[in-house]
Structure formats: C-alpha cells, structure tokens
C-alpha cells in the first residue's frame, strides 16, 4: 500500500501504479487477491484500469486505493483515500478514518455486527458527512474475497450477527458529503468466475482453453481483465463472450448516485482474545 502511495503523483498512469504494486506483491512473495483498485472521487469502488488505459491522475482527484494480496489463499484487504495536490476534502477523508479506528477498538469475540455498524455511522455523521448505506465490510475466508458475514456502515438493529474468535473481517466506511448510496456504473475491468457447470455451453476451443487458464490461474479471486491478455488474441471479445453464456462476471464501478466524492479507509482484522489484531496497518 504505501509504495502504492508513493508512486501516486499528477500525470502518473492508473496503469503504471496498478501494474507496479501488482509486481510488489509478487515479488515479495504473495499474490494479488484481486487486482488494485483505483477509483476516482465519485467512484467508490471498482475501477481498475485495462491493458491500455491511459487515465492519469490529476490534480484534485480524490483517489481510493484498494489493494489485496494473499499466501496460499490467506486473504489481507486494505484501503486508503487520498488526495492529490489540494486538501479540500481534509475532513472527508478523517471522518472515514476516524471511523475505521473506533470500529476496531470495540471489535472482539461476541461484538454484534450491528454495533459496529453503529459506531461508524454515527463517527462519520459527527462530521457532517454520511455513510454508504449499500456498501459494507466483510468477512474473510481462504480463497474466498467476501465470505458471508457483511459489516454494515450504518445503523443497524436488525442484524443480531457476532464475531468470534478467530474471525477474519475487513472494515471499510466509506463517507460522502452526498446522500450515501452507491448504484451501478460502467465496467470495472474486473471479473470473476461465476459458474463452473455453464463452462460446458463453451464450443469454441480456444475460448475451452482460455477459460480453463483462467480457472486453474484464478480459481474463486477476483481477475482483471489486462491479467487475460497474454492468454489469447483478442481478450475482449473473449470476456465478452463468456459474460454472454454467465460463466463470468464483471463487476460494475459503484457510483455514489448523486455524484457526490466518496473517501474509504480498510483494514483487514483478526478476531482475537479480548480484542482484534490488525494485519494491515501501515
């Protein structure tokens, strides 16, 4: 995350910094759990560039950075905002910060979900700000990015869900100055497998070949579509084809509906005795 940070600067592409943290990972021995996201302020999550994306970043942009790795399928997930030559959104950026810090300390065995969607929601509202009401943090299994248990952001009272001991569970607020909703936007470039039974409705064999790269490299975690393109002549076409029979899926950028800036902070916890032990911090 911070060489991530570091690389950040105006007139840098997405693609470089997506590419070069991706190499970090490998070469400090682990893999990426999805590819990185980069998502630019009213984006609020996943967007990550394509092989020949030539987005750069600019001044102002407020910039999410999301980034996964793990080891033998042993997940860590984490994120941070930030922003780039200006501080207009100084506050937006604490009050999702803020929130993820008081969110761990009252995490420990037998915590109620709820309650930590609690304490978030009302860290960022004493900011004037509001929290995403469709995004969530989540647990964390191996080979397996969201795993069952969602961490709200907002108040909740219906949820009676615990932690216990041992669990692996990913924060993440997200604040905006907007209402706080998120809907579906364009393409994210990231994808994932979705059913392995429909993969016999595959006729073409080179597209049999590539689908079976794809599983045997990728398995149940996420895969951006510039990972595919060594695999095969004209990927595009070929993801788009295995969208059409719903083998795979793309994900669509989540976009805060009123177009409103978004900040996001993560960290990926493990639910210990008498408290929680935070693998990701930097």
């Not at 899926?249 to 009123?258: I, P, T």
């Amino acid at each position: 995350m911070q060489f991530g940070v570091n690389l950040i600067k105006p007139g840098i592409s997405y693609f470089h910094v997506a590419d070069r943290i991706e190499s970090q990972i490998i070469e400090q021995g682990a893999k990426p759990s999805f590819p990185v996201n980069i998502s630019k302020n009213e984006i609020a999550a996943h967007y990550s560039p394509n092989y020949d994306d030539n987005t750069i970043f600019k001044k102002g942009d407020l910039i999410k950075l999301d980034v996964g790795s793990h080891v033998d399928g042993y997940i860590a997930d984490v994120a941070i905002t930030l922003e780039i030559g200006s501080n207009k959104h100084t506050e937006l950026i604490k009050a999702s910060s803020e929130a993820l810090d008081n969110a761990i300390d009252i995490i420990k065995p037998g915590i109620a979900v709820s309650e930590i969607g609690n304490i978030i929601d009302s860290t960022i509202k004493s900011y004037n700000f509001n929290p995403i009401n469709n995004l969530t943090g989540h647990s964390l299994d191996r080979y397996e990015l969201h795993s069952g248990v969602s961490i709200p952001n907002v108040a909740n009272t219906i949820n009676k869900k615990k932690l216990k001991y041992g669990d692996a569970i990913a924060i993440e607020p997200f604040s905006t100055i907007g209402d706080g909703h998120v809907i579906s936007g364009d393409g994210s470039n990231i994808y994932l497998i979705k059913s392995l039974i429909k993969s016999r409705l595959i006729r073409e064999k080179k597209l049999k070949i590539l689908f079976e790269n794809m599983k045997n490299r990728f398995g149940t975690l996420p895969f951006a579509q510039r990972w595919c393109k060594n695999m095969t002549n004209n990927v595009d076409i070929s993801l788009k084809k295995l969208s059409f029979f719903g083998i795979i899926k793309q994900y669509s950028q989540l976009v805060e509906q009123g177009k409103s800036v978004v900040s996001q902070k993560e960290h990926t916890v493990l639910v210990i005795e008498g408290g929680c032990e935070v693998i990701t911090r930097i």
